[in-house]
């Protein structure tokens, strides 16, 4: 069965830093992306960062130069390092699949809250 499981989310302070770890279980071949989105109170969710099999990586304006997105030594495990943390980074955040075989593409965990105070 596959699962997406996030971790790390948690309270920090503006200027903070949190690290947030995903593991796609039940998957035997390493997936062509993964990525994090995040969804704040009352707004869409959004894409935070992505990153290739080939380890290209791609970032919403916001994150750049703060976050940094790395793939873990074991199969289909993503970091998100989140650096200097702002109060409008606060959201859920999720991890999310991307592949070729339709039956593990477009997975998303179950979140991890981020919360940056003031």
């Known amino acids: 069965q596959v699962q997406l499981v996030e971790s790390g989310g948690g309270l920090a302070q503006a200027g903070g830093s949190l690290r947030l770890s995903c593991v796609a279980s039940?998957?035997?071949?390493?997936?062509?992306?993964m990525g994090w989105y995040r969804q704040a109170p009352g707004k869409q969710r959004e894409l935070v960062a992505t990153?290739?099999?080939?380890?290209?990586?791609d970032y919403t304006d916001s994150v750049k130069g703060r976050f940094t997105i790395s793939r873990g030594n074991a199969r289909n495990t993503v970091y998100l390092q989140m650096n200097n943390l702002k109060p409008e980074d606060t959201a859920v955040y999720y991890c999310?699949?991307?592949?070729?075989?339709?039956?593990?593409?477009?997975?998303w965990g179950q979140g991890t809250q981020v919360t940056v105070s003031s």
């Open positions: 039940g998957i035997s071949f390493k997936l062509d992306g």
């Open positions: 990153i290739s099999i080939g380890g290209n990586t």
């Open positions: 999310h699949t991307t592949t070729r075989v339709p039956w593990a593409n477009n997975l």
